[in-house]
């Protein structure tokens, strides 16, 4: 029984230091104040239904209202759900909703080359891969779900920044460590220029075993309703280089379709010059008149 009790006691010993107190105490506060019918509570409440001392409760909720994951009523001494939960859930339900539509784009694709196609948002300087399908005939290497890439890896990070206002473009390209080339002292900003245009173009970016040798890539630009970039398709497998500009061919197909489903105005978006090009434009207006060009 003596051995019974020790293992037991061990089982409970593991099991609480695998979790972190204080998170597991807000966010059973959290959820405590979701489902409280009057939406509203206050300390000594929450504290008894959580199960805490009041001044642990007390820092944790200040600790809350810090990120405005909850509102204080000074006047009523109550507490509420914030509105800092609403740009969480957002995220979460548009990740689902992303991950849904982008599912029969990425079986189509996986079916047509062969290798893994997989679909991933922008998310301020990182790419997030959220849905994925594998082919079965090209070698692949495995991207799980949730894995963050630099906003600049690769064909994904030429198929987006190709897209974005020159303005934000040039704050990217700002940045010290660029891997549109794999390593970053390998980076040649005459050639990825050129790689941008021809994106903008064709709707589709290459990386041709730079990131990793011995696999190919294929990426395209997936817009929002407002035009902008969202995300992206993305195959990667060992394919040839020949069938690299087919593959691109599709996936910028399937990326163009995705985006109308997200409300974006393709051909809109695909007939708007680059902002140099329209420096070149205006600069041929004013000069007309003088009869420079």
Do not use: W
Not at 57 to 75: H, M, P, Q, S, W
Not at 153 to 162: C, L
């Amino acid at each position: 029984m003596s051995g019974v009790g020790a293992e037991t006691e061990e089982m409970k010993k593991t099991e609480y230091t695998s979790l972190v107190p204080a998170v597991d105490q807000a966010s059973r506060i959290l959820i405590c104040l979701a489902k409280t019918p009057s939406f509203k509570m206050n300390l000594t409440d929450i504290c008894k239904n959580v199960g805490i001392h009041k001044s642990k409760g007390y820092a944790i909720l200040n600790t809350l209202l810090n990120f405005k994951f909850v509102e204080r009523d000074d006047e009523g001494k109550t507490y509420t759900l914030g509105p800092g939960l609403i740009s969480l859930s957002r995220r979460v339900l548009d990740n689902l909703e992303y991950r849904d539509m982008a599912g029969p784009f990425l079986e189509r694709l996986a079916q047509q080359t062969g290798s893994t196609a997989t679909f991933g948002i922008v998310n301020g300087r990182n790419f997030i891969i959220i849905a994925k399908r594998e082919g079965d005939r090209h070698a692949f290497l495995t991207i799980r779900v949730g894995y963050q890439l630099s906003i600049t890896h690769g064909a994904v990070g030429k198929a987006i920044i190709a897209c974005v206002p020159g303005d934000e473009r040039e704050e990217v390209l700002s940045q010290e460590k660029l891997l549109f080339h794999g390593d970053p002292s390998k980076l040649d900003r005459n050639r990825l220029e050129t790689e941008f245009e021809e994106c903008r173009k064709a709707g589709y970016a290459l990386d041709l075993g730079e990131m990793f040798a011995g696999l190919n890539a294929v990426a395209a630009p997936v817009f929002d309703h407002a035009g902008k970039p969202t995300g992206a398709l993305l195959v990667t497998g060992s394919f040839s280089k020949s069938l690299a500009h087919e593959y691109g061919v599709r996936v910028a197909e399937c990326a163009r379709e995705f985006s109308t489903t997200l409300g974006a105005d393709i051909e809109e978006i695909f007939k708007r010059p680059a902002k140099e090009d329209l420096k070149d434009e205006a600069l041929s207006q004013r000069t007309q008149g003088f009869g420079l060009r």
